[in-house]
């Protein structure tokens, strides 16, 4: 059973940045495909941005330029840098792992195609 365990969220003032954290347990970490979604209040969970085993990474088009997913493998690790932060911005967010597409060079960016999730972490951006 894989853990993972977001940390990081908070409130922010519109145009701030916040930096996100997921541990995982796996020791193959490094093996698989990562991703972040977001769930606004009383909307449906959405995709933010994913990155390969290999560093490639993909962006959802409404946090392209603002945001970086990133992976410390060593760490075990995914990371999630967002800047100009926007009050629509605000959501539960959550990291997920695909553990069955290992070294896959492909981007998942649905939520049925991740095996394991964290427990989310909220994030506010005031007006």
């Known amino acids: 059973q894989v853990r993972l365990v977001e940390s990081g969220g908070g409130l922010v003032q519109s145009g701030g940045s916040l930096r996100l954290s997921c541990a995982a347990s796996e020791h193959t970490f490094s093996m698989y495909p990562m991703g972040w979604f977001r769930q606004p209040p009383g909307k449906e969970r959405e995709f933010v941005a994913t990155i390969t085993w290999s560093n490639r990474t993909y962006y959802a088009d409404s946090v392209k330029g603002r945001f970086t997913i990133s992976r410390d493998n060593a760490k075990k690790t995914l990371y999630l840098q967002m800047n100009s932060l926007k009050p629509e911005d605000t959501a539960v967010y959550y990291c997920?792992?695909?553990?069955?597409?290992?070294?896959?060079?492909?981007?998942?960016?649905?939520?049925?195609?991740?095996?394991?999730w964290g427990q989310g972490t909220q994030v506010t951006v005031s007006s």
């Open positions: 997920a792992m695909n553990n069955l597409a290992i070294r896959s060079p492909y981007y998942y960016t649905k939520a049925y195609e991740y095996d394991y």
